[in-house]
Structures are given as C-alpha cells and as structure tokens.
C-alpha cells in the first residue's frame, strides 16, 4: 500500500490525466477499507492539491476512511461541504454509529432522514442483530419498505449470529414464499443454521436449492458443503467439493487445510498448503497455529521465518502464537529478537501481542522485561493484568503478584486463578483457601482450573474434610466429568490416606489419561496396597489406551519392592526401554536396589549398582546400608555407609545417621558416640518426623522436640493416658 502511495505521489497529471485519476480512485477504494489514517490523509491532501478532492466519489471515499478511524471532526468536515442532506453520506453516519456500538445515535440519525432507501433499512437490521437487540431488529425488517435479498439475508444471518437458527431457517422459508429470490450469502447464512442444529439432511436439502438458482459454482456455497460433510463425518465426499471448485478463497484452503490436521496428518496439510498457487496472511497462519497446537513448536517457527523472508506481514493473532511457542520452548534469545522486531512495525501497543510478551519474558524468568512491557501497553485490558500476575506468581514473587492483584481494575477467574496457583507454587496453602473464600465473597464461581489448586492444597496439608466438602461443590458444579478433577479428587483422597475413596472417584472417571492411572496406581503403592497396584497397572495395559510413564512405572516398582515381588520387578525394569521406549532414571534404578536389598539379596543388589548406567543416588546406598544394618552384614555395611557419607556429607545428616543406627545395631556404642560427635562438629541435624491430626477442618501439626505449642503439657498428658489405655488393652 505504502508503495502504491509513493508511485502516485511520484505521478504527474499530464500526459494522461485520466490515467492518474483511476490510479488516484483505485488507491483511495483500498484505502478506504484497509489503510491506515495516515496513509489516507496523505492522500487526502495530495488529492485537495490536485484538484480532486472535491468530486463527489472521491469525498464519499474520504468519508468512509475518517469513519473507520473514528475521526469525527474530519468526517463532520465533509458532511457539511455537501449542499443539505445526502442519503449515501448519512447511511455511511448510521453504519459508522452501528460499527462502534452507538446505537441511540445510529437511531436518530435514521430518524432525522427525510427520505431512506433498501441500504437504509438493510444497515439498520444488521446493525442491531450485530448487537444482539434481536426484536427491535425483526422490528425495523416487518416495517422495511423495500424487502430486498439484501434485507431478507441481514434478517437470516443475524439471526444466526444470534444462535436462532430455528427463527433463521422459518426467515428463509418466508423468503422462498415471496417473490424475491436468495444470493449466495443468503444459502450460506442458512447452510450455517443447519450445521450448527446438526441437521445434515435439511443441509443437502438446501444445497439442491442453491445448485437449482444457479450457485453451484459459488465460492462460499461450496465452502460450506465442505463444511457439511466435514461435519457429516465425510471427508471423502468434502474433498471431492474442493477438487471441483474452479476458484477458491482463503476460507477454502483454511477449511480443507484443518480436514487434514483434525484427521492427524499434518503431511497431507502441509502438502495442501505447498501447493497453492497463492498465499495469504490467513493460509500461513493456519498452518502456522496448527503446528504449534500439535507441539510442533520448532516447525512452526521455520514456517514463520519462512512467512516473514517470502513478504507476508504477520497478523497480531499469528505472532501471539509465534510468542506463546517461544514461552513454551523458553527461546528467550529468539522472542527478544522478535520484540525487537514488533518494535519496529509499531505492533508492541496491541494488547495481545503485549501480553504473549509478558508471558514469554516471565515464563523465561525475567519478570524485570515482563514489567517493562506491560509499562508500556498504553491500554492495558484484564488478559495484560492477568499475565502480569500470573508471571509473578510462576516465578514466586509473590509480594509483586499481590500488589499487581490489589492495583487490578478489574478481575476474573483468570486473576483469581493466577494468584492462587502462585500460593500453591511455594507452599502457602493457608493463604490458598482464604484467597478462595475471598474469590466466592466477591460472585467468582469456582472455576475447574481453581479446583485444581484446591486440591492440591487439601493433598499437601492433608485435610481431607476440606477435600470431602470440595468434592462435593464439583458434584454441584458438574465438574465430575472433567479428566483433571476428577485425576485431582483421586490424587487428595490418596495422599490423605482414604484409598477407598480415591478408588470409587477413579472407577467413576469415564475418561481416565495416562495421568489418571498414574495417580491411582501411585496412590495405591503409597498406601501399602502394593498387590492392588500391580494388579491395576495390569489391568490398564490389557484394557485402556493409556500408555506407561517414568512416574507411573516408579510408582510400580515401588510396589514390586514392598510387595515382595522381585521377579516382577526386574523383569518391568528390564523392559522399560524395550517395552515402553522409557530409559530408566536413577530413581528407576533406586527403586530396584532398594527391591533387592528388602529382599536379602545383598550382593545383587551392589553389582546392581556398579552397574549403573547413570551416577547412584544417595537413596540407593541408603537402601543397600539399611538393608544390611537389619541383616547384620557388617562388612559390606560399613562399605556402603563410607561411600554414602561421600554422596551426602556436604548437605545431609542421613548417611551419618544410618552409619549410626548400624553401629548401634551392633552394639558398637563408642562408633555411636563418635559418629554423633562428628555430626555436632558439621552442625548436622537428623530431620525431626512430623505427624498431624485434622479437627473440624483445622490440620494441627506436631513435629519432634519442637515445644512450641501452648498446649503441649495437656496433649502430652493426654497421649500419656491413651498409651497406658493401650497397654491395659494388650
């Protein structure tokens, strides 16, 4: 646009005056509709200049793009240079005033008219089914004068955009009754209706009635058969319509291009978008997006380079989703170059292209970036104000989420969301449930994503009657048929210790993920239902689809090891590479050590880990010396302990203690005392246990030699009573 702008100015009038004149209408029409104001009123004054500006055409056109700025005084100007009222520059008033929302305006200019005509009455019907004022619409449609095609489809179509297709589709049958006759729009509006009610039938119907007026070569007609039959389930039959089209639009290639990626195959789409002839903003995008929502992360920004080299400017929803690709793969690098270049064309005030940078710098850890972009949004909406607070909150700086929070002009469940995620995130799960309670005081409903975070709180602070009573808001809410409450609800139940219950909520899932089985079987592992677990993890390779992950074979060997079932154990670890494509980590490694050593095979168990692939971890050596310690192998326990305390002196008291414990075993008490000594020398501390009890909603926590509660004396006389009871009891 710019360099048709440049060539014109360049231009001179003679020797072909009418040949700089079409030029001149040519670049004004286009600019009318899609330039930018300042390339217009360059135009503008390069037309006054000329000579021009007066011809009637030329001030309609000038009109239409001051409207679509919103510039007033320059479109007041023009409509008093006209002699008294003109009807096409005061329709242009109403459809501006319908565009911005203004409908009172847009009212009382159409009541000043002294004469109106089919474009008058047309703008008014769409204007306000666009608004949703559905009856005052059908209104000013009963009263229309000229009942043209152009008002009967405003009619149709707004009340499909209104989710009316019953109301659309008896429209479209009083429209066959008159004597007017539909256009293209009017079958596609209609086509819409009955894809969206699920009618196919009515929908191959309506197609016999667009082929029988003429339109069976119709761009949009045949983009929504293509539609249909996708719907329809009927991709064959979608394809045929796409091969016979003689032309086709970016509509076309976006619906076939997403036929091709809903049925997985991401080749036969790309192929699809190799082989136009030519491509648009719309066309690059789409393969674009759908790249990056497969995960095709680092596809989708070769494509994207690819879209920029070839002269295609990025729309702001193209580059949202190449910054979102950019946070998900934390290519800091990358997305700072591409700030640098929506610096450049001026893009960085758009709120969505700031927000996707906010969360770029934030999920990559800078915060400090993130803050100066939202600085600079000059127009800041909720979805900026979210991101602010939820990349502070992922990065834990929770005293700048809070004040980002406080300062919100206005909030929604994403906010509240935000800022209960972070408190999960570090650990302060009190201010979790009192930030909830603040969010149902303030109207917010309890949102799924929230309900996760609630659950995982219950889990971590081991309140199961919080849990209990959150349970029963999603039955309320009806979130109990979402995968992620209810894999949530199994994981509380499981890690409060009520394995019955978590059991029930799985068995009630009716769609379980990989993620599911996991939490079940690991759940159950936990709660020393070993045999249950092994069973289950069974059960889901002959009967779901679920594939195993590290987390969920870890939780099995974990129950292989306090199941006894060593064999069974081994013979998963040895297959997790073969089977399941999974190399095994050294918590995998831990777990069989640890299986060997439970089951007194000792010596195994150490050329298990001198055999190691990967570096032991502190765990195993744990597991081989504390084996030995009750199996009284001396030896090859003071051998273990020595390599342990290597592993763990800099930062852990627990090689020093379990070499302890083996001492005292043996009654070697003065290796006792000196290891203890040593200990003292190093300001090691053995970790005290904790244990808790939940009353009335309340987890009261109690941790070894820690005197700190005030009730102490009364609970210790308390306990002291319960243990004699017990001993009477035995």
């Not at 309670?437 to 081991?462: D, I, R, Y």
């Amino acid at each position: 646009m710019i360099a048709s702008l440049r060539s014109l100015l360049s231009l001179q009038p003679a020797p072909s005056f009418t040949a700089y004149v079409d030029k001149s209408l040519s670049l004004l029409k286009k600019l009318s509709t899609h330039g930018s104001l300042m390339e217009g009123a360059v135009l503008h004054g390069h037309l006054i200049k000329m000579g021009l500006s007066s011809e009637r055409y030329v001030t309609i056109k000038l009109l239409i793009l001051y409207l679509k700025h919103r510039r007033l005084r320059e479109s007041e100007h023009i409509r008093e240079a006209f002699d008294g009222f003109d009807l096409v520059v005061h329709n242009c008033f109403i459809n501006a005033n319908m565009e911005w929302g203004d409908l009172n305006e847009a009212r009382r200019l159409f009541d000043e008219m002294p004469e109106r005509n089919e474009i008058t009455w047309s703008t008014m019907i769409s204007g306000l089914m666009r608004w949703g004022k559905v009856r005052e619409s059908l209104w000013y449609f009963g009263k229309n004068p000229f009942p043209s095609v152009v008002s009967w489809t405003a009619g149709i179509t707004g009340l499909v955009q209104n989710g009316l297709n019953f109301e659309a589709l008896d429209l479209f049958r009083k429209l066959l009754r008159s004597c007017v006759k539909p256009n293209s729009m009017t079958f596609t509006s209609v086509f819409k209706a009955c894809i969206e009610m699920g009618n196919f039938r009515l929908g191959m119907s309506v197609s016999g009635l667009a082929v029988k007026a003429g339109f069976q070569h119709s761009v949009s007609i045949s983009n929504s058969l293509i539609t249909l039959f996708l719907r329809m389930g009927k991709p064959s039959l979608a394809k045929d319509v796409f091969d016979r089209m003689k032309e086709r639009d970016t509509v076309t290639w976006t619906a076939i291009l997403d036929m091709y990626i809903d049925a997985g195959d991401l080749v036969g789409a790309r192929s699809i978008f190799e082989n136009m002839l030519t491509r648009n903003e719309v066309s690059w995008s789409v393969m674009i997006s759908r790249y990056i929502q497969n995960g095709h992360h680092e596809e989708a920004l070769m494509l994207f380079s690819r879209m920029v080299r070839e002269g295609t400017k990025p729309s702001i929803s193209c580059l949202s989703s190449v910054i979102c690709a950019l946070s998900d793969l934390k290519a800091l690098h990358t997305g700072t170059n591409l700030h640098a270049h929506i610096l450049k064309v001026g893009m960085e005030t758009y709120v969505f292209i700031g927000s996707a940078l906010i969360d770029l710098y934030c999920k990559c850890g800078n915060t400090r970036e993130g803050q100066l972009v939202f600085d600079s949004i000059p127009s800041k909406n909720v979805v900026c104000w979210n991101s602010m607070i939820s990349g502070y909150s992922l990065n834990g700086q929770m005293v700048e989420a809070e004040k980002m929070f406080q300062n919100a002009p206005a909030r929604d469940n994403i906010t509240w969301n935000g800022i209960i995620s972070g408190y999960v995130e570090i650990g302060q799960f009190d201010e979790v449930f009192e930030c909830v309670n603040e969010m149902l005081l303030s109207g917010e409903v309890l949102s799924k994503s929230t309900f996760s975070s609630l659950l995982c709180a219950c889990s971590s602070t081991a309140s199961l009657e919080k849990g209990r009573n959150f349970h029963a808001k999603a039955v309320k809410l009806a979130f109990m048929g979402d995968v992620y409450v209810g894999t949530g609800l199994t994981d509380m139940y499981a890690k409060c210790g009520d394995v019955i219950s978590s059991r029930k909520v799985f068995d009630r899932m009716t769609d379980q993920n990989d993620f599911s089985w996991t939490v079940i079987i690991q759940g159950l592992a936990e709660n020393g239902f070993a045999e249950e677990a092994i069973e289950l993890f069974e059960e889901m390779e002959t009967t779901s689809s679920a594939t195993p992950n590290e987390l969920m074979l870890l939780s099995v060997l974990f129950a292989c090891s306090h199941s006894g079932m060593v064999d069974k154990g081994l013979t998963i670890f040895y297959s997790m590479e073969t089977v399941y494509g999974i190399k095994p980590s050294g918590r995998h490694c831990t777990c069989v050590v640890d299986m060997l050593s439970r089951s007194g095979r000792l010596s195994e168990a150490e050329a298990f880990i001198d055999s190691m692939h990967v570096t032991p971890e502190s765990n195993a050596w744990a597991a081989l010396l504390s084996a030995c310690t009750k199996l009284g192998n001396e030896k090859l326990a003071e051998k273990t302990a020595k390599k342990l305390l290597v592993l763990t002196e800099r930062n852990s008291a627990a090689g020093h203690v379990l070499l302890s414990n083996m001492y005292a075993s043996l009654g070697k008490w003065a290796e006792v005392l000196k290891m203890r000594k040593v200990m003292k020398e190093k300001g090691l501390k053995k970790t005290g246990g904790c244990s808790w009890v939940e009353v009335k909603s309340i987890v009261y926590s109690f941790y070894s030699e820690d005197g700190s509660n005030s009730q102490l004396p009364e609970i210790s006389q308390v306990l002291e009573l319960l243990r004699t009871e017990m001993l009477i009891v035995e």
